[in-house]
């Protein structure tokens, strides 16, 4: 008896440290089956961290920063830092079906020294000392990971494969 209850205080006490959570969504869903939308990681940087992404992102009055984040090679089973034409199509495709009005959009990759020859540093960015990989990224090992701040420094972020209807609800969150 006594190693049932402590078993299930065990399980209880790791479901209620589980890291993800959910966002909330303000729009009503035709669905009951609709997963709700989740996040890995949500807070507030401090000014320095802020300064030091802005500075290097070229971000400037834009409300909202939406870095999509390509992991170190060796967390993904693919190569995840190219840049094609390919991949900027899809890219283009995929943010066609967001509202990004306000917000600056840039991909960076955690081995970006890679393309070097590609990297603009308007759209394309490696990512300068492992900083997001460090500050971020390095928390939960995926092939794609995307961090949204706003100007003030609240971020989400999520590891994983992400959806349209993701990063529009964590834009709409952050532009509150």
């Known amino acids: 008896m006594k190693k049932t209850i402590l078993s299930i205080i065990i399980v209880l006490t790791i479901l209620s440290c589980s890291t993800t959570k959910t966002v909330e969504n303000k729009k009503k869903t035709d669905s009951l089956n609709e997963k709700p939308i989740t996040y890995d990681y949500a807070d507030k940087i401090g000014s320095e961290k802020l300064n030091f992404i802005k500075k290097t992102y070229n971000w400037n009055n834009e409300k909202i920063l939406i870095i999509n984040y390509s992991q170190p090679i060796n967390s993904c089973h693919f190569d995840n830092n190219k840049i094609t034409s390919e991949s900027k199509k899809w890219w283009n495709d995929f943010y066609s079906k967001i509202d990004t009005e306000d917000c600056l959009n840039i991909k960076v990759l955690a081995n970006g020294e890679r393309v070097k020859n ?20 390095g928390r939960k090992k995926s092939c794609f990971g995307i961090l949204i701040i706003n100007n003030e420094g609240h971020y989400i972020q999520f590891n994983g494969h992400y959806s349209e209807k993701q990063v529009a609800i964590y834009i709409e969150n952050l532009k509150k």
């Open 118 to 137: 590609k990297l603009d540093n308007l759209n394309y960015f490696d990512d300068k000392n492992d900083f997001l990989l460090i500050n971020f990224f």
